[in-house]
């Protein structure tokens, strides 16, 4: 598996999950969290994973003012990004591109 495709899961993963903020505030909580959600407890790399992806969507992505919709379809569901004052739903990828802009905008 590419390593775009476990950034990508890790944050369907942890969108699906919809964690409130509080259970990433530190790995042990994190650890915590998906172990009450997942029935199991997680590897290390999932952990380490999901502690990466939990940082991004917390605090880089929100702070970008980008966030995750979960689209439910009867043959499933989806993750897409909303961004601050752009209309319609963009992609993992496309909501990484609107983070790299933004990056490159702060003054």
């Given at each position: 598996?590419a390593?775009?495709?476990?950034?990508?899961?890790?944050?369907?993963?942890?969108?699906?999950l919809?964690l409130p903020?509080e259970?990433?505030?530190?790995?042990?909580?994190?650890?915590?969290?998906?172990?009450?959600?997942?029935?199991?407890?997680?590897?290390?790399?999932m952990?380490?994973?999901?502690?990466?992806?939990?940082?991004?969507t917390?605090?880089?992505?929100?702070?970008?003012?980008?966030h995750s919709?979960?689209?439910?379809?009867?043959?499933?569901r989806?993750?897409?990004?909303?961004?601050?004052?752009?209309?319609g739903?963009?992609?993992y990828?496309?909501?990484?591109?609107?983070?790299?802009?933004?990056?490159?905008?702060?003054?």
């Amino acid at each position: 598996m590419a390593l775009l495709e476990t950034e990508e899961r890790i944050q369907e993963l942890l969108a699906r999950l919809d964690l409130p903020v509080e259970d990433t505030t530190t790995r042990d909580t994190l650890r915590e969290a998906l172990i009450r959600e997942l029935g199991f407890e997680p590897s290390e790399y999932m952990l380490d994973k999901a502690w990466e992806g939990a940082q991004f969507t917390y605090e880089n992505l929100a702070e970008a003012g980008i966030h995750s919709v979960i689209i439910e379809y009867p043959w499933g569901r989806e993750v897409r990004y909303g961004v601050a004052g752009q209309p319609g739903l963009w992609g993992y990828e496309s909501a990484k591109e609107w983070y790299q802009v933004y990056e490159a905008t702060k003054p």
